[in-house]
């Protein structure tokens, strides 16, 4: 990654404005890195909870509602909008749009990420924007994984009894990042996935979803109980941007990622 080459500022209207959950009690480990007169350095460590084991969830779909099929070969956009951490476990055509059950492997963030005050206070995400360019055009980033996608995290968002958060970044594969950068490390999670654009808001009944606070409730209150889930504050939701066009001023690909548990 080149040092400026960062397309925040293409898709600032989608910002997130989310409520953050404390680093510990949220059971993931947080590595800040900031530069102030001198490199300072500091490392949060939480037990995760409520987390269920890969090998023996078994995930059981049987009879949720009709207009539900289930999909159980993979498919092009699959194959073209899945994540290095990720295996998109199960596919579900619910409405007409897809909805994916996607799990994660550990994964390291590396961007700039800034809190609330308070748990009535938004994070000022001008700033944290602000910070994340200027740690981008003091020294590029290490080992980014994915060079065309980019991620926009809202911490806490789940939790009102925590501050808010929010982090602009991206997958990284080492926690050795210059001193501007902020490291985020996360524990195996699962997430349901969708892709936000005209058709979904269509499908579900909703206006287009058109930047500020992103429809997590889309999944939480609609769909993740029809499917046997239920949202989880334990793990950041993501909106996950890929693809730019720079003629259309957008990227091609949006996608929401919730955190989810069995219920």
């Given at each position: 990654m080149q040092a400026g080459k960062v397309n925040w500022l293409r898709?600032?209207?989608?910002?997130?404005?989310?409520?953050?959950?404390?680093?510990?009690?949220?059971?993931?480990?947080?590595?800040?890195?900031?530069?102030a007169g001198a490199a300072?350095?500091?490392l949060m460590t939480g037990h995760p909870g409520m987390l269920y084991s890969t090998?023996?969830?078994?995930?059981?779909?049987?009879?949720?509602?009709?207009?539900?099929?289930?999909?159980?070969?993979?498919?092009?956009?699959?194959?073209?909008t899945e994540h290095p951490q990720e295996t998109i476990m199960e596919t579900w055509n619910y409405k007409g749009i897809k909805v994916d059950f996607a799990e994660w492997k550990e994964t390291i963030w590396c961007g700039k990420i800034g809190y609330a005050a308070d748990n009535k206070e938004e994070p000022d995400v001008e700033k944290i924007l602000s910070g994340f360019f200027a740690a981008n055009a003091a020294e590029p980033a290490a080992d980014r994984c994915e060079e065309d996608w980019d991620v926009c995290m809202s911490l806490n968002y789940l939790s009102g009894e925590r501050p808010r958060g929010v982090m602009f970044g991206f997958l990284a594969g080492t926690e050795n990042q210059p001193a501007g950068y902020d490291v985020l490390k996360l524990p195996p999670a699962f997430y349901l996935r969708l892709r936000i654009c005209g058709e979904?808001?269509?499908?579900?009944?909703?206006?287009?979803w058109k930047g500020g606070v992103?429809?997590?409730?889309?999944?939480?209150?609609?769909?993740?109980?029809?499917?046997?889930?239920?949202?989880?504050?334990a793990f950041p939701v993501f909106e996950y941007y890929g693809s730019y066009d720079p003629e259309k001023g957008e990227h091609k690909y949006c996608y929401l990622y919730v955190p989810v548990i069995k219920i």
């Open positions: 898709f600032c209207r989608f910002l997130i404005i989310l409520p953050v959950f404390d680093d510990r009690a949220s059971g993931y480990a947080v590595q800040h890195s900031f530069t300072h350095r500091f090998v023996s969830w078994q995930v059981q779909h049987t009879g949720i509602v009709t207009e539900m099929q289930l999909i159980r070969q993979e498919s092009e956009e699959n194959m073209t979904t808001s269509a499908a579900l009944g909703h206006q287009p992103p429809p997590y409730g889309w999944i939480t209150e609609e769909i993740a109980p029809q499917l046997g889930f239920a949202g989880t504050d």
